[in-house]
């Protein structure tokens, strides 16, 4: 029997869609466990892969992947010592001696966080680490598929750094003696984390936040609701949206008993809750009841059941808990992690529940998930491509998910991903189809685009249709959101050098990369942040009686587009144009979100009638902006 990939068995339990099977979330720091679904003995020196090709074997989504740590005693660069034992630690040593000298620590804790930076290096080096942990899960996979499973990222609204290390008593006093500087230390941290979300957030390699703060004990809150209303609630609804603006599945992690703010983290925007603690009074049947709309994952018992229970009693917990919410937006799991104390026969019978739950849709899944021939199978992430010559059961996988199917093949072979990086001659391909075409030049607009040494992720076709629009327009001020490297604001630049008037703002998250060639012309100002924050700042830029022209290129996810479309629409004048970017997204070529530029374009224009798609701007017929030519009209 056909099944689904992990990633899409998880992805469709959080969208609360039927899935073959109940999806399993867990962290394994259990030496017997890790062993026995590893199949190797666990060391410290090989202990991160062990524990990867185990948790590739027998969970769908895993957080936290490491090994045991040799025990010792160590500082971390916050001066705090920590002792540290095989797969736990604490401190044993701080920085400070009174509320003085902690005072001074915690300046210099905001001074550090304030600084932090998250360039393009950075966000590729997770993602490579993310690549390499897809290995070692796709080994452990038992099908023989490499089938990867999820990583979950882990993203704090920024309250528990401030007492795991510190203490809760000395956060405590200083809530009391100075809340300002409390509230500066919260707002540092959190500040710094959306800068880390803007840089390494990404659907393919990020599909699910784990968003947290540990702010509960079993028998409520340990802040006060009050306080975390006012305070750390519309700090968490900045993360959560963070991350929604770039696709991302955003799961709500903490410990112990949450009923008193349940309200207030729905309202937050999270899509679901982990890890539903048992013994705290948090049940997957009753908040299932009270908030149907939120997806869970967790809800074993692992303080009581798991480490004392038999595998009878948990096998009976796991389909109560499976029952309870009719095998629909849940991931089973135990209520932390699998520690030492879970006899492995326990583990087994959490994980082979899992394993034999119907998630409503197994044949339903089977007939649909068929290789037919001569069909061509597309990967919606890396834009590889494959040709069946002999159908079959079962479904290809490409980056953790299923290859979609695209029309019928004209010829036999269709481009992978190594040949597109080739393409072949023009005159030897006359029959090759438009969406093959496309995919080569995606290939080569965004790897091999250049303008003077600067890369630039521009198709040529419609830069000369900008050119054109600019000099019919002559803008005074052209807003680019979304610059990456620079190489299209250069060019804009040069245009507008010819032209003899005109000046560009650029708007993104960061320039780092944008090398000081762009950032000196004299027509250039970038502005680093989130555009609709920035606006504004962009809106007092902009004299009165300028025209403006706004080409909008930023993170392609349906909803950040929309609202930017909304935010930046009024600055465009009569006659100019609102130009979105890469509406070709699954419209074109296989690639980006979806639903995605094309679709927010169609949104925009049904909310308003001061634009219009002028597809005479489309006169190359091969565009990157099916319908993102939009005109001011009134």
């Not at 006093?173 to 500040?191: C, F, R, S």
């Not at 009719?326 to 991931?331: E, K």
């Not at 080569?444 to 050119?467: E, I, S």
Request: with cysteine.
């Amino acid at each position: 029997m056909a099944s689904m990939t992990k990633r899409e068995r998880v992805l469709r339990a959080a969208r609360f869609e039927e899935t073959d099977r109940v999806p399993l979330f867990d962290i394994l720091q259990n030496n017997a466990v890790i062993e026995h679904y590893a199949g190797r003995p666990l060391t410290y020196e090989n202990g991160r892969e062990t524990v990867a090709l185990a948790a590739g074997r027998a969970l769908d989504m895993t957080r936290f992947v490491s090994g045991p740590q040799l025990p010792g005693v160590g500082a971390t660069p916050d001066g705090m010592v920590h002792q540290v034992e095989r797969w736990t630690s604490w401190v044993v040593e701080r920085p400070f001696q009174d509320m003085a000298t902690f005072c001074d620590w915690v300046k210099e804790r905001i001074r550090a966080a304030n600084a932090l930076t998250f360039d393009r290096e950075y966000a590729e080096d997770i993602h490579r680490q993310v690549h390499d942990l897809w290995r070692l899960f796709a080994e452990g996979d038992p099908t023989g598929r490499m089938d990867p499973a999820v990583l979950a990222i882990e993203s704090s609204v920024g309250l528990t750094g401030m007492f795991s290390g510190p203490g809760l008593e000395m956060l405590t006093y200083l809530m009391a003696d100075d809340p300002g500087l409390v509230e500066e230390w919260l707002e540092a941290n959190h500040q710094a984390e959306l800068r880390k979300v803007a840089a390494i957030a990404s659907p393919r390699y990020l599909p699910v936040a784990l968003t947290f703060d540990d702010i509960a004990h079993k028998t409520g809150t340990i802040f006060a609701p009050d306080w975390l209303r006012r305070l750390w609630i519309p700090r968490l609804e900045r993360l959560v949206s963070a991350w929604h603006d770039r696709d991302t599945v955003c799961l709500f992690h903490s410990d112990g008993n949450l009923w008193a703010i349940m309200d207030d983290l729905v309202t937050a925007g999270v899509d679901g809750l982990n890890p539903v603690e048992t013994l705290a009074g948090m049940t997957v049947r009753e908040v299932r009841e009270r908030y149907p709309k939120l997806f869970m994952a967790g809800g074993i018992d692992v303080s009581e059941l798991l480490p004392t229970g038999t595998p009878e009693e948990v096998r009976q917990a796991c389909e109560a808990a499976i029952a309870g919410t009719g095998a629909r937006g849940y991931l089973l799991g135990s209520t932390t992690l699998l520690h030492d104390g879970v006899p492995l026969a326990n583990a087994q019978a959490m994980f082979e529940t899992a394993w034999a739950s119907d998630g409503g849709c197994r044949a339903k899944y089977e007939e649909t998930h068929m290789t037919e021939r001569l069909q061509v199978y597309t990967c919606e992430h890396c834009r590889s491509a494959v040709a069946v010559l002999r159908g079959g059961d079962g479904c290809l996988v490409c980056c953790g998910v299923p290859m979609q199917l695209g029309r019928q093949a004209a010829y036999e072979e269709t481009p992978g991903r190594e040949d597109l990086m080739h393409p072949p001659s023009m005159e030897n391909n006359l029959n090759m189809t438009v969406k093959n075409a496309l995919a080569f030049m995606q290939v080569r607009l965004a790897d091999k685009t250049h303008y003077f040494g600067v890369k630039a992720l521009k198709c040529p076709l419609d830069f000369w249709v900008y050119r054109e629009i600019l000099c019919e327009t002559q803008p005074d001020v052209v807003v680019e959101i979304g610059n990456a490297y620079g190489g299209g604001a250069l060019a804009l630049a040069h245009v507008m050098d010819h032209l003899g008037k005109g000046r560009l703002i650029g708007l993104d998250l960061h320039h780092s990369s944008v090398p000081e060639m762009v950032t000196a012309h004299p027509r250039i100002t970038f502005l680093d942040g989130d555009a609709r924050q920035l606006l504004p700042r962009v809106q007092q830029m902009i004299r009165p009686g300028e025209s403006v022209l706004v080409i909008e290129d930023s993170s392609h996810a349906y909803e950040n587009t929309l609202n930017v479309l909304r935010a930046y629409g009024p600055l465009v004048t009569l006659g100019s144009y609102l130009i979105v970017e890469d509406s070709n997204c699954w419209h074109g070529v296989d690639v980006g979100p979806s639903p995605g530029p094309y679709e927010a374009v169609e949104q925009f224009l049904r909310e308003t009638d001061a634009f219009a798609s002028d597809r005479e701007r489309e006169s190359w017929f091969l565009t990157w902006n099916p319908k993102g030519y939009l005109k001011r009209v009134k």
